[in-house]
């Protein structure tokens, strides 16, 4: 009986010990630093766009991303829904952020021309200015707790 209660006091320590980490992983910082053209396929009116996310960490627990789920929108008009993703990647093999430091992750978003944004759809492809807006969450870890932040973000 006494190693049950044990048991259930060393759980209790942990848990109360990794939520302390929470408030310090809220600090993380995520920008929207640059969306640009892979390809385009104007055959099946789609391109690929490359979104770049900027993350720095002012404190000092090192911590990492699993995931960011997103709108993009451009010029005003939501153009679709973006998803980063290494969750399956064990934690020691991903992107670190390590304390004090910075890093950039990149996703790749597929744009598929509609009637409802072609005006968009074509001013992108031209390489025209634009201005891109990103809404949506971020998972941040840690080695005992994690975070999800939301974040609306703006380029251009």
Same mark, same amino acid.
Do not use: C, W
């Given at each position: 009986?006494?190693?049950?209660? /044990? %048991?259930?006091?060393?759980?209790?320590?942990?848990?109360?010990? !990794?939520?302390?980490?929470?408030?310090?992983?809220?600090?993380?910082?995520?920008? %929207?630093?640059?969306? #640009?053209?892979?390809?385009?396929?104007k055959i099946n009116n789609r391109a690929n766009l490359e979104v770049d996310y900027f993350l720095s960490n002012p404190t000092t627990v090192t911590s990492t991303i699993s995931t960011?789920?997103?709108?993009?929108?451009?010029? /005003?008009?939501?153009?679709?829904?973006?998803?980063? @993703?290494?969750?399956?990647?064990?934690?020691?093999?991903?992107?670190?952020?390590? @304390?004090?430091?910075?890093?950039?992750?990149?996703?790749?978003?597929?744009?598929? #021309?509609? @009637?409802?944004?072609?005006?968009?759809?074509?001013?992108?492809?031209?390489?025209?200015?634009? #201005?891109?807006? !990103? #809404?949506?969450?971020?998972?941040?870890?840690?080695?005992?707790? %994690?975070?999800?932040?939301?974040?609306?973000?703006?380029?251009?």
């Open positions: 009986m006494a190693a049950f209660v /044990g %048991l259930g006091l060393l759980m209790l320590f942990f848990y109360l010990y !990794a939520d302390t980490f929470q408030p310090t992983l809220q600090e993380v910082n995520i920008n %929207l630093q640059t969306v #640009k053209i892979l390809n385009i396929d960011i789920d997103y709108e993009l929108y451009a010029n /005003g008009k939501d153009i679709g829904e973006g998803h980063y @993703s290494v969750e399956d990647i064990p934690m020691a093999g991903r992107p670190a952020l390590f @304390s004090g430091g910075n890093t950039t992750v990149t996703d790749t978003f597929q744009l598929v #021309k509609s @009637s409802n944004i072609a005006d968009v759809y074509d001013s992108i492809v031209k390489g025209e200015p634009v #201005k891109y807006e !990103a #809404k949506g969450q971020v998972t941040i870890e840690s080695t005992l707790t %994690l975070i999800t932040k939301d974040f609306d973000l703006f380029l251009g």
